[in-house]
């Protein structure tokens, strides 16, 4: 469409076929009509699929309603978390998940060198990558105003190459700790807590 000087309007995914469908040039209606079709049908499909997860989800695994309190996590990520760590009893203290899930910097200590490594990326990477996904919802432009959010904020403010990965990967391993906490505690979630 950019191509023939038509403009592609900005939206959703799920508006994306309704808002271009009346925006495509006439002689790309052939060729545009069958893909804004097929994209209609796959969400009606995803969308079928959240629900569904969402119901499976509230009836087998109620302990993830706990968990979904915090925003960013959805029933996949929740579902996901107590299915992986199965028994929240075997970490003595919360902080220990950042750790099982890979979240903490590996080690690599000579003599008066201790330098700044990676993420150990232990763990289950699937888990990883959805905390980590939550975590960068809690810091982007549509995270709600949160301790969390505030604390994930100053982090990336101290500057240097790499400031916004590192506050990333801290708020995912703060997330892992709370999540964690709150499935152990069954207390509801207070996004302002500590803000003071």
């Given at each position: 469409?950019?191509?023939?000087?038509?403009?592609?309007?900005?939206?959703?995914?799920?508006?994306?076929?309704?808002?271009v469908?009346?925006?495509?040039?006439?002689?790309?209606?052939p060729?545009?009509?069958?893909?804004?079709?097929?994209?209609?049908?796959?969400?009606?499909?995803?969308a079928?699929?959240?629900?569904?997860?969402?119901?499976?989800?509230?009836?087998?695994?109620?302990?993830?309603?706990?968990?979904?309190?915090?925003?960013?996590?959805?029933?996949?990520?929740?579902?996901?978390?107590?299915?992986?760590?199965?028994d929240?009893?075997?970490?003595?203290?919360?902080?220990?998940?950042?750790?099982?899930?890979?979240?903490?910097?590996?080690?690599?200590?000579?003599?008066?060198?201790?330098?700044?490594?990676?993420?150990?990326?232990?763990?289950?990477s699937?888990?990883?990558?959805?905390?980590?996904?939550?975590?960068?919802?809690?810091?982007?432009?549509?995270?709600?105003?949160?301790?969390l959010?505030?604390?994930?904020?100053?982090?990336?403010?101290?500057?240097?190459?790499?400031?916004?990965?590192?506050?990333?990967?801290?708020?995912?391993?703060?997330l892992?700790?709370?999540?964690?906490?709150?499935?152990?505690?069954?207390?509801?979630?207070?996004?302002?807590?500590?803000?003071?």
């Amino acid at each position: 469409m950019k191509s023939l000087g038509a403009r592609v309007p900005a939206t959703t995914a799920r508006a994306f076929p309704q808002k271009v469908r009346p925006a495509r040039p006439a002689r790309l209606a052939p060729a545009l009509t069958p893909v804004l079709n097929s994209l209609e049908i796959l969400n009606a499909q995803i969308a079928a699929a959240d629900r569904t997860i969402a119901q499976v989800t509230a009836a087998r695994y109620p302990e993830t309603m706990s968990l979904r309190q915090i925003p960013g996590v959805g029933p996949i990520t929740a579902l996901c978390f107590v299915l992986t760590l199965e028994d929240p009893h075997r970490f003595p203290q919360s902080r220990g998940v950042g750790a099982y899930l890979g979240l903490c910097p590996r080690e690599h200590q000579s003599g008066d060198r201790a330098p700044q490594l990676r993420i150990s990326k232990a763990g289950d990477s699937m888990l990883r990558r959805l905390v980590v996904t939550a975590a960068h919802y809690i810091l982007g432009p549509f995270g709600p105003d949160t301790a969390l959010r505030r604390w994930g904020l100053r982090l990336a403010e101290r500057g240097g190459a790499n400031a916004k990965k590192r506050a990333v990967i801290a708020v995912a391993r703060k997330l892992a700790t709370i999540l964690h906490h709150l499935w152990i505690t069954g207390e509801p979630y207070q996004p302002l807590e500590r803000a003071a």
